[in-house]
Structure formats: structure tokens, C-alpha cells
């Protein structure tokens, strides 16, 4: 059981807009700790992908886009794309653990 | 360019004991917390441990808190993971992150090294 939730699996057609969500509680992201999300391609080791709630590194194309409210995340894909198909983890602190580094589940992105 | 690259992995019995490394290039190692990060077959990913850029600050999980040990030599530019008292559950592939200034988030990931614990 992961201490943030995110939904097993998504989907959506090419050039459509998807959503992932990241829900944690007040000793996380709801205490205004930061969301990181990561891109995990098949077969491959796991690439930050939004830093800091929204941020995205050099390269990272602007249709990934990341927000925050409450004590939930979310990424937003738009006109996805085939080479989109992979995992994603958002990632957080959390105050209330020992191990206060704490990931979501992951979801999996299926391009239609 | 920054380049990490995990070392060390391999099929080991339970209670056996197995050290990672991870070499670190294209950067100055010694001014960054590094950790690691494990991924069981088919699973998410899970936090391992993390050192700060003078060992000063050591962190682990739950799960491998008293079993498992984290340095670095940076006259050497190398992150190890000592590992012991190994169990099945330990077994994934272990990957070495970056994290980025206190941040609490890793900017560069290692290739990974597999990790089996099975008799």
C-alpha cells in the first residue's frame, strides 16, 4: 500500500488530453510538500519529468504539465502520443515516516 | 554529462550478504545527497536509503533499516550499498539517484543492477 495513491492505469487516444492523479494526506502533500513525477518507458530506469508541483527539466516537451492543490497532484498529458505509453510515479515528503521519501504506486499510460 | 552507473548485482541465497556500487561522472559528486532506489519485478518503485554529500545525514526504510548499509567515497566519485541478511523480498533491480540540492527529488538516474535472492 503506497502512502501516495495514483490510479493503476489510464488511457487515451493520440492528441488527446489525459490526467493523472496523486492523492496523499496532510502529512505530505497536503503539508505543502513538493510533487516530483517521473516517466518510467518500458525497459528503462525512471526519468524525472516535473519538479517542484509544476517545474519541468530542460527537454521535457511543455505538453506534460503538473499542478497541485489540497492534499492531491496531478499530470496533465496533452496530444498524447505513442512514445508517451509508459509508467508514471509522483513522489513526495513525508513527514509523519522515518523513510521520509515516499512514491506513489505509479500508473500506467496506455496509448490508445 | 552526468552519468551513473550501478555495479554489483547478482544471484545471491537468502542471508547472504551483497555490496552495490555506483559510479558517478560528469558532475561534482561531493556536493550532492545521493540514494537509492529499488523496483521489485513487475512493482513501483520504493526508497531505499539516502546519504548526504558528507555522510554526514544518513536515512534508510523500514525494510532494510539495520540490514542494509549506505556510503560514499568521494575522492572515488562512488556510492556503495552493503546488503545483508538478504531476503526474497529484496530482490529488484536497485538503481542510484541524484537528488537535487535538499530537494527531496532525484534529477538523474543509474541503468539499475538486479538484485535476485533466491536459493
Known amino acids: 500500500q503506497s502512502v501516495l495513491t495514483q490510479p493503476p492505469s489510464v488511457s487515451g487516444a493520440p492528441g488527446q488530453r489525459v490526467t493523472i492523479s496523486c492523492t496523499g494526506s496532510?502529512?505530505?502533500?497536503?503539508?505543502?510538500?513538493?510533487v516530483h513525477w517521473y516517466q518510467q518507458l518500458p525497459g528503462t530506469a525512471p526519468k524525472l519529468l516535473i519538479y517542484?508541483?509544476?517545474n519541468r527539466p530542460s527537454g521535457v516537451p511543455d505538453r506534460f504539465s503538473g499542478s497541485k492543490s489540497g492534499t492531491s497532484a496531478s499530470l496533465a498529458i496533452t496530444g498524447l502520443q505513442a512514445e508517451d505509453e509508459a509508467d508514471y510515479y509522483c513522489q513526495s515528503y513525508d513527514s509523519s515516516l522515518s523513510t521520509h521519501v515516499v512514491f506513489g504506486g505509479g500508473t500506467k499510460l496506455t496509448v490508445l | 554529462e552526468v552519468q551513473l552507473v550501478e555495479s554489483g548485482g547478482g544471484l545471491v541465497k537468502p542471508g547472504g550478504s551483497l555490496r552495490l556500487s555506483c559510479a558517478a561522472s560528469g558532475f561534482t559528486f561531493s556536493s550532492y545527497s545521493m540514494n537509492w532506489v529499488r523496483q521489485a519485478p513487475g512493482k513501483g518503485l520504493e526508497w531505499v536509503s539516502s546519504i548526504s554529500s558528507s555522510s554526514s545525514y544518513i536515512y534508510y526504510a523500514d525494510s532494510v533499516k539495520g540490514r542494509f548499509t549506505i556510503s560514499r567515497d568521494n575522492a572515488k566519485n562512488s556510492l556503495y550499498l552493503q546488503m545483508n541478511s538478504l531476503r526474497a523480498e529484496d530482490t529488484a533491480v536497485y538503481y542510484c539517484?541524484?537528488?537535487?540540492?535538499?530537494?527531496?527529488?532525484?534529477?538523474?538516474w543509474g541503468q539499475g543492477t538486479l538484485v535476485t535472492v533466491s536459493s
Open positions: 539517484a541524484r537528488e537535487w540540492y535538499g530537494r527531496y527529488y532525484f534529477d538523474y
Open positions: 517542484g508541483n509544476s
Open positions: 496532510s502529512s505530505n502533500i497536503g503539508a505543502g510538500y513538493d
